[in-house]
Structures are given as C-alpha cells and as structure tokens.
C-alpha cells in the first residue's frame, strides 16, 4: 500500500443508497494516513448523516456554500490543496452538472476548481446508467480527463440485476491508490510470474512448496499502479488477481513455461518471482498409490523440469531486462551470484527463505539485489508492497 502521509483527498459524496460504501472507503483512507475532506450533497445527507463523515475524517464536512461565513473561501482552498478528488457514489445529476461546468452547490462548485486528478464513480440502476445522456456525459468528463470507475454488475438496491454497483470500497481504494501514482512505466510490457507450480504424484498428492504469490502478486500490482501493462502468470494461490493486471493461471512447471515463453516476445521486462519445481515425479500415478502393510518405504522417481529462467535468459533480447528471484537457506550472495551468471540476468533478488517474516508466506521480506554490472543493493525488512516498488525503481534505474 502506498504511503498515504501528506495526501489531501477530496471525497465527494452525492446522493444514491451506495454514499454508504463512501464511509468505508473514507476509513480505508484514513487508515492509510490520508487527510480527508468531505464534501456531500444535500441528498446525500438523506442517506448518511454528516456526522458520519465529520468523525471519520476528524475534518468538518462542506455540504453548504452560505452556511457559514467561511464556506466560500474554504471550497476554493479544497479543491486547490487537493491531491486527487473521489466522487463516490456519483448520481446521474451530479455527473450531468460538472459534466456541463454548472456550480449550484458545494460539492459542483468545489469540482470546478480542482486541478488534481478526479475519479468518478457512477453507480445508479442499470437503465439510468445506460441512458444515452448519462453516457454521454460521461464521455465528456473522460474526454476532459478525468477517470470513470466502471461500476459492477449485480442486484441493484431496485431489485434489478445489472449493471450500476458500486464497486467494493478495497477496489475503489485501489484505483484511488493508482490515481495518485507517478506512471513511470507508462507504455511497459512487463511479465510477471508468481506463485507455487504444482506436480501431480498421484490423483491426490503432489509435490509444491510454500510460495504464497505475495511478493509476485506485490509486484505485479505496483507496476500495474505505475503505468504498465502488466500480464501475470500465476501458480495456484489463494489471492485476488491484482486490479488491471492480465492474469493467466497455470498449474504445472511445463503449463508456466509454455505462458511465459508465449509472452516473452512483447515483454519489455520480465520478473520471474514463481517458486518452480525443480523436479517433478517421472510417471504420476492414475490411480491413488495405495499404502502396503510391511511396506515402510516408498520411492519415487524424480526427473528435472525445465529451467524458466534459464530459457528465457537465453532468447531474450538486448532490449529486454530480466530479472530473477534466489529463494536460498544459507550462502545467499554466492548462489546468487552464480544464478545471476548461469541464467543470463540483468538483476537478482536474493532472499532467504525459513524465516517467519520474510520469504515465503509472509507479508514483509528482506531483499538484497544484484545486478549484472556488480553492484548491489540491501532493501531492510519491510512490507512485500514496498519492497515491489523498490524493486522497480532500481529495473527502472538500470534500464535508463
Ligand atoms: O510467494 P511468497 O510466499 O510471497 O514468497 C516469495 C518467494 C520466496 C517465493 C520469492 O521471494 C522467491 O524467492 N522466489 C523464487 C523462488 C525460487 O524458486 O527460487 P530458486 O532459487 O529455486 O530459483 C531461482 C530462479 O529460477 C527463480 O526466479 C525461479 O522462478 C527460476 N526457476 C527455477 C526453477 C525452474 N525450473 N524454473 C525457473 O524459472
């Protein structure tokens, strides 16, 4: 997650039965560290109270523009100190107004002078939402720059079904996240693969290992947040897909290989964060190896899978940047090292692996990274999100 200190969110709140998913999202903010102030609608108010929002934010909420003396100036002091504007959840009226430049109440008079970057979220019944002239005015507002969060499709409060949700407060938040990041990586193809492979011994058991997909998955959210297009081939995990991620699910070492060499061609980076069997059982049983009275031992045959990285270091192209991950117990830099040199790499993210907070499984891990010119860098224990964003500053760095 980013850091939130220092941030200014306008969040403008009108008036549908979802102003109280806005709650939600105010408190996922303010968790993060923002400052938030609120601005709400008279019909809003129908729906949530103030008071709500007062708390939450520990600012007081603008809904008025003559009400007090000093709510005229304030407005313009708002919208100037803001660093990004969240209109949630966002009626067609409100859509109608700013889309035109009308100003007849706080929150439409506020979003005529913000220069920060603003995101509407629509939400309505499906026939209002679809409605030629909401459309329309939505058009304008994108035309205009500002970001429209496509709502979701489910049972509306009217009992419908169809488009016009508001999304999750987590999801909002999310996109309110990559509202305010730098897009450093605009126009990047970047390929990520994350998770565990799994190899079947028999119909019921496998070889694996404890990848979680945190730190692929971390990665592959903060280059999505920075601008890339990011395509992420994932073993299985129990994770969400990260937002506006391209998300291919595999199971197997060759089903890994097989997608990440289909990518590779476009791909300006590649990330290989996926823990990989290095061995798989030579014939997996169709049926459940049965357990044998006075049978204490059991072996099975091994055979080497194919080597990923070691693939991919071999077709990748002078324009391309590749980096590896090195999972290690003991010797971190050495092995490092020399994986860095047998697979081709331009960089190499070295963890140790078995400790409770880094590695696998945890939230927070210890990186040092190498890189094909002989330097190096320590990332200290911290949150696996932040390590991504380091991690991506330095590819960014190396590649020039
Ligand atoms: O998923 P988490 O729970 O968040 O845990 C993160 C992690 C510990 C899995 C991650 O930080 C990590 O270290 N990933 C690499 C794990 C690994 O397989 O390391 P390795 O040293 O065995 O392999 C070196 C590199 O070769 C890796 O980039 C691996 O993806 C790649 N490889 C390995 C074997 C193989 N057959 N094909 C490969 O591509």
Redesign the pocket.
Known sequence: MMDFQNKHILLGVTGGIAAYKAVELLRLLKKAGANVNVIMTESAQKFVGKTTFEVLSENPVLSDLFFDADAAIKHIDLATGADAAIITPATANTIAKVAHGIADDALSTTLLAVTCPVMICPSMNTDMYQNIRVQRNLDILEKDGWQILDPDSGVLACKTVGTGRLPDPWFIFDRVEALLTQKDLKGKKILV?????VEAIDPVRFIS??????????IASAAEKRGAQVTLVSGP?SLEAPVGVEHIDVVT?EE??DQ?LANLDQADMII???????YKPIDPKKSKIKKKDNNKDLSISMI?????????GEKKTKNQFL??????TDDLEK??LL?MKK?NLDM????I?GSKD?????DT?K?KLFFRDGTSFDIPLMG?DKVANILIDHMIDKMG
Request: proline letters at 3%.
């Open positions: 693969s994350a998770g565990p492979t290992n404890h990848s979680s997909g945190k730190m692929g998955y971390a995990v070492c890994m290989a990440m290989k964060v996926a823990a990989v069997a290095d080497e899978t194919p080597d990923i990285l070691k693939l991919i980096v590896g991950f090195a999972a290690e092995n490092a994986k697979k190499i993210a070295a963890n692996v880094s590695g696998f499984q945890a891990n990186v696996k």
